[in-house]
């Protein structure tokens, strides 16, 4: 029996590097070669929400490792071009991130107390801010370290959150609820110019409200838009059922159609452990 050829890279974290090294070599993939940290961009993108999806779904080992692995290529990718123009390599970004994660956990790698992880975030936000007056910029806020390009939900509560920490949160979840009642009200009490702003800050006091009651936002209208396409799903079979166009019925006629779809989507609401969806990024 023919021996099995030999692996063209090692055991262990260092095998997707020494891929992305090949697959760059001068001898490696065309396509590969080509590529730019702007031009891998959206892959990495991509892979991100991929993983996230694997996640949402549920226990599936093989899925989610397959999707990992796609997202730790393209972090491969990423050191592998860097690395070429002699700005950095692959040991660097790990010994980096390891000394910076080492160096925010003094109660895990060295002799400081914390009472509980609410504790852990402040002295976090507290050791960043630290952090950038030494590294000469003092005016640096924690909201100015979550990355604009996140989508507006998951952005804003991201700011919230970070702003929280610092002590800034001057709203109950009481108070939060009368503030998205009132700029409801207010938003179709106005123009369509004004309307865009008090749409803006019906928004955020919804933001508001979810971290309040624990809820991550994002996730939450994902499962409501989950739950909206499921009944809509229901509501279209049964207009093809009855040989009906959505325009063939008055609009009364169509909610009680819409209506016989609650509680019949397939959709499930989101999972309790997920409801909170974390404490937020340590990074």
């Not at 279209?236 to 009906?244: K, P, T, V, W, Y």
Request: charged share 35%; aromatic share 6%; net charge negative.
């Amino acid at each position: 029996m023919a021996e099995p050829p030999e692996r063209p890279y090692p055991d262990g974290i260092e095998a997707i590097f020494e891929v992305a090294r090949r697959l760059r070599a001068p001898d490696g993939c065309p396509w590969d070669r080509e590529q730019t940290h702007q031009s891998l961009r959206p892959y990495l993108l991509e892979e991100t929400y991929e993983v996230l999806e694997a996640i949402d779904r549920g226990p599936d080992d093989v899925r989610l490792r397959e999707e990992l692995g796609d997202l730790l290529l393209q972090v491969a990718m990423h050191a592998a071009i860097a690395e070429e123009q002699g700005r950095f390599d692959a040991v660097q970004v790990s010994e980096m991130a390891a000394a910076k994660i080492v160096a925010r956990h003094p109660h895990v790698f060295g002799d400081a107390r914390v009472a509980d992880a609410e504790e852990v975030l402040r002295n976090w936000e507290q050791r960043k801010l630290d952090e950038a007056a030494q590294a000469g910029r003092p005016e640096e806020t924690p909201l100015d370290r979550v990355p604009s390009a996140m989508p507006a939900l998951a952005w804003v509560h991201g700011m919230q959150k970070r702003a929280a920490r610092v002590g800034f949160d001057p709203e109950s979840a009481a108070e939060a609820a009368e503030a998205v009642a009132a700029r409801a009200r207010e938003a179709v009490a106005v123009d369509q110019e004004e309307a865009f702003r008090c749409v803006g800050d019906l928004l955020l006091s919804v933001v508001t409200l979810a971290r309040k009651l624990r809820v991550s936002p994002e996730d939450a209208l994902r499962a409501a838009g989950q739950r909206f396409r499921d009944r809509f799903a229901l509501m279209h079979r049964e207009l093809l059922a009855r040989g009906l166009g959505y325009r063939d019925l008055d609009p009364a006629e169509l909610k009680a159609v819409w209506d016989r779809t609650e509680g019949e989507s397939s959709s499930a609401s989101t999972p309790p452990e997920r409801r909170g969806h974390g404490r937020g990024r340590l990074l």
